[in-house]
């Protein structure tokens, strides 16, 4: 019988030579080139089913970036970032590491690259993780560093991408790495990013994450797409010994009364509108559902707005500027991060305290002097609203200021983590809520997650 | 060109969507006219102001019953045809802001928390830099965006803003697509620029021909094992290509807020889109007129028709770019562009589907992405920059066999010849050698390849083509 052959075709496997042979159920007949064609994740699996059956199989999916790595540096692991990279060992390098922001999540994926010292996709979800990455691999190994995202497209032996990017040539990246590593990943099940995962051939994979829920459920998917989870440790049993103690110190701010006056009459008028059309808002789609319906309709649109100007009015109070100007005060020569959801107070507040602002429209050379800054102690403040929410070494910041944030609780925990990086001394986390409107249910939902994480206040 | 997800303006019934075209109506027209007006009037404004007034416009926009959605798509548009600079300063923004962080964060342990404290960091930056205050304040929020300046807009007309508004809604709505099957009506060039398209966008395709013309079914190789939308970003880039043909219908399956939807639209409609002329820009076609020319002056006896009709084999197509007549004997060329051996195997397959189809082709070894290897096929002629005639002239000669030669024709060419006599003598004394080594000896004579192989054929050689190379072609005295 013909040796059967193994095809990697832009993210799918096709299979030749099939006459009389038997075909595992992953793979489908493809009418548009008669052959069998199966996504590129089931490689692994294709080959372990030929050799059970003792087929003889002629493999082509893998074409390996060419290089070698030098390991430079040696690695001093801490003894959970020891246990979770022997977990992810025992597990045919496969599966998902879950471990605290700020316990070293990167130094673990960085062993396991020593350890198999094969070409490596490092996957990453912003530019300033990707560089942040690079630098890392330059101190640990010698070896040419590839990067996909933010215009670039060199393939390395050690290449970094972003979700995006990775998403858009998963085609192209699908069957050049052994080794791919999904920084925070939790994206990954979403539907775009997982065929990044789908159409990839590598045969070793591991996911890190502070987080692995997802609010929609689909992190049940990893262990499809990367691995079971092999490892898992949560902040309470860290903290103390490799992370900072911390507090939570939630200040209420009350609204001005010409601003308690207008916040409750735009309420009025929004929830007017959904009385009067019998709507319910009870999931995201119901309000995407009233965007739509804004598209054209006055009173739709009016409420919209309403209910847009009432958030605002809650978020941004004029006391807020107060109360944040207060908490400064007791933290002059502390390292502080400032959040804030809206990029206008991030503006206000940069202008007005001369405090660097990082944000999706600071340009990169702003932006990397200011985190170098923050890093070396020239600056001792940074505002920011959502760049800095994942994984971005902060190291040193010891006061994180909450001005107004989404309930979402990773969101949260990713914040509190920039704090949380092993120092001296405790760490502080406040937060501002505006009395009386709907944040104080926002910053219920979000310290929910506190519990879960096993934190007491 | 694509709009944000938010503004595309649908309708959905009964299992399809249709976008909200503009139908060119005076409503329509006057918000386009104002919003040109707008960013023609603030070319050297600031960024700011003239975002003010966008939105003013949309405002305006749905008070006269458009939806806002439809303002906000069209002046989308223009701010892509638009060019902002950053403001000129005295210092360099990025210097004067790190200065005064860095100034803040020294004299006060990071912020400054009232008025007082502000102005003392502002004077002594400035001072250090050797600028005012006001200087100072302006280079410091220079690095705002709405601070930039509009330098550039490239203008268009009101409708024809309204036509590019027409095709980006469609593009947007595809985005989303799960596949795509066009019907188009096309001349074989534009056949092969559109699977050119296809093939370069990483999609994949089965055709059909129809009564129409020729069927497509385009989707990507993914798409057998999972529904996806992964290829519709680069179906919405194929749209265009599509729409350059004469007639064309598209129907596609698109993914909307989580369900799906069937979206269809043929050229009855393309008074509402752009005219999109052929881009031949990306598609050289000059080794294809270097040949016609050079094969027209062999004078093979053989017609040579440029683009001859595409053929469809099974569920592929081929799209011959010459089609060589003689008498009832019909035989095609493909040149093969970007090609690896897996391709060219495939195109080998699909070609011994195609019954009574005599086909060469001609493969560029400069745009090989694998290397050659024997495919087993004897019409493969292999070149570099030109495309020979003779070559394929050889290959042609295969076919001839059956018909009487047109001896006089070739008699007449040669006789006009005018041989030097060590030509004459290097032949005489000629029995058996390659016809490679034979146009080399005669090339300093002035005598071309195709000159030597008619020269060989008047002398009575007999050519005994091997294979293609002209290594592989044997020249011996015959004496019959």
């Known amino acids: 019988m013909a040796p059967i052959e193994l095809i990697y075709d832009r993210g799918t496997i096709l299979l030749r030579s099939t006459i009389g042979v038997e075909v595992p159920h992953f793979f489908k007949f493809d009418e548009r080139v008669n052959a069998f064609r199966a996504l590129a994740i089931y490689y692994l699996d294709t080959l372990r089913f030929f050799k059970e059956r003792e087929y003889e199989v002629i493999d082509h999916v893998l074409n390996l970036v060419e290089g070698k790595l030098v390991v430079v540096r040696k690695f001093w692991l801490r003894s959970y970032q020891n246990e979770a990279l022997k977990a992810w060992l025992m597990n045919d390098s496969r599966g998902v590491v879950v471990l605290p922001t700020g316990s070293g999540k990167t130094i673990v994926a960085l062993a396991a690259i020593a350890h198999h010292r094969c070409p490596t996709l490092v996957v990453v979800p912003t530019l300033e993780l990707m560089d942040q990455w690079e630098s890392k691999v330059r101190r640990f190994f010698e070896t040419n560093i590839g990067r996909y995202g933010g215009g670039r497209k060199e393939m390395g032996f050690i290449t970094i991408s972003t979700y995006d990017s990775a998403y858009i040539n998963a085609e192209v990246l699908g069957n050049k790495f052994k080794l791919i590593i999904f920084d925070e990943v939790h994206h990954l099940p979403s539907s775009g990013y997982r065929q990044i995962a789908e159409l990839s051939a590598a045969p070793c994979r591991l996911g890190l994450t502070a987080t692995p829920e997802r609010e929609d459920g689909l992190h049940i998917d990893l262990s499809y797409l990367v691995g079971k989870i092999v490892y898992r440790k949560g902040v309470k049993e860290l903290s103390g010994k490799y992370l900072a103690d911390f507090d939570v110190i939630t200040i209420r701010v009350k609204l001005k009364s010409e601003e308690k006056e207008r916040y409750r009459q735009f309420v009025r008028k929004y929830r007017a509108y959904l009385r009067k059309h019998g709507i319910k808002i009870r999931s995201i789609k119901d309000f995407e559902n009233m965007v739509m319906r804004s598209g054209l309709d006055r009173e739709a649109r009016e409420a919209l707005l309403a209910w847009r100007e009432a958030r605002r009015i809650a978020f941004n109070a004029s006391e807020k500027m107060l109360a944040l100007k207060e908490i400064l005060s007791k933290h002059r020569g502390d390292k502080v991060i400032i959040f804030t959801e809206n990029t206008d107070m991030v503006r206000r507040i940069s202008k007005e305290l001369l405090i660097p602002e990082v944000t999706y429209k600071t340009d990169d050379d702003e932006r990397r002097a200011v985190l170098e800054g923050f890093r070396t102690g020239k600056f001792r403040a940074i505002v920011t609203s959502r760049v800095l929410e994942e994984g971005v070494d902060v190291p040193d910041a010891n006061v994180a200021i909450i001005l107004s944030g989404t309930g979402s609780r990773r969101e949260f925990i990713q914040r509190l983590g920039r704090v949380l990086r092993p120092k001296n001394g405790r760490a502080v986390l406040y937060e501002l809520v505006t009395a009386s409107t709907g944040e104080t249910r926002v910053s219920r939902k979000r310290k929910k997650a506190l519990g879960e994480n096993g934190v007491t206040l | ?480």
């Open chain 2, 1 to 480: 060109m694509v709009l944000p997800s938010d503004l595309l303006v649908a309708r959905v019934k009964g299992g399809f969507v249709y976008p909200l075209y503009s139908h060119f109506l005076d409503h329509e027209l006057y918000i386009a006219d104002q919003l040109i007006d707008i960013f023609k009037s603030h070319i050297g404004d600031e960024r700011g102001k003239l975002e003010r007034e966008v939105k003013e416009i949309e405002n305006e926009a749905f008070r006269i019953g458009c939806d806002y959605r439809f303002a906000r798509g069209l002046a989308h548009l223009l701010y892509r045809r638009t060019k902002f600079a950053k403001p000129k300063v005295r210092i360099s923004p990025l210097r004067a802001r790190l200065e005064v962080f860095a100034e803040a964060s020294r004299r006060f342990g990071g912020f400054v928390l009232n008025e007082k404290e502000r102005s003392e960091i502002l004077k002594t930056v400035a001072k250090r830099l050797g600028v005012s205050v006001d200087d100072l304040v302006i280079s410091f929020e220079a690095a705002y965006e709405d601070k930039e300046v509009l330098v550039s807009f490239s203008e268009l007309s009101a409708k024809e803003l309204l036509k590019l508004y027409n095709l980006s809604l469609t593009q947007t709505l595809l985005f989303k697509a799960l596949h795509l099957i066009a019907d188009v009506n096309i001349s074989g060039t534009a056949t092969k620029i559109l699977l050119f398209n296809v093939k370069k966008l990483g999609l994949m395709y089965v055709a059909e021909r129809t009564n129409y013309g020729i069927r497509l079914y385009i989707d990507g190789p993914a798409s057998a094992l999972v529904q996806t939308e992964r290829y519709g970003t680069r179906i919405a880039e194929l749209l265009p290509h599509i729409m350059t043909a004469r007639k064309w219908k598209i129907s596609a399956k698109v993914k909307r807020r989580g369900r799906i939807y069937k979206f269809y639209i043929t050229s009855k409609l393309s008074y509402l889109f752009p005219k999109i002329k052929l881009r031949r820009t990306e598609y050289d076609s000059t080794v294809e007129e270097v040949f016609h020319k050079r094969f027209q002056t062999l004078g093979s006896g053989w017609r040579i028709e440029r683009e001859p009709e595409p053929l469809i084999a099974r569920r592929s197509i081929f799209i011959p770019d010459f089609a060589f007549i003689k008498g009832s004997t019909k035989v095609y060329l493909e040149i093969v562009g970007f090609w690896t051996r897996e391709y060219l195997e495939r195109k080998l397959k699909k070609l011994r589907e195609l019954e009574n189809v005599n086909m060469i082709l001609a493969v560029n070894k400069k745009l090989a992405c694998s290397k050659i290897s024997n495919l087993g096929y004897e019409n493969i002629i292999y070149f570099k920059d030109k495309l020979p005639a003779p070559e394929v002239y050889i290959v042609l000669k295969k076919y001839e066999k059956e018909q009487p030669k047109p001896k006089a024709e070739i008699q007449e060419k040669v006789n006009i010849l005018n041989l030097p006599p060590e030509v004459e003598r290097f032949l005489n004394s000629l029995r058996v050698a390659k016809l490679s080594l034979i146009i080399n000896r005669l090339k300093k004579y002035g005598l071309s390849t195709e000159q030597v192989i008619k020269l060989l054929e008047c002398k009575g050689f007999k050519i005994e083509w091997k294979g293609i190379s002209l290594d592989d072609v044997i020249v011996r005295k015959s004496f019959s």
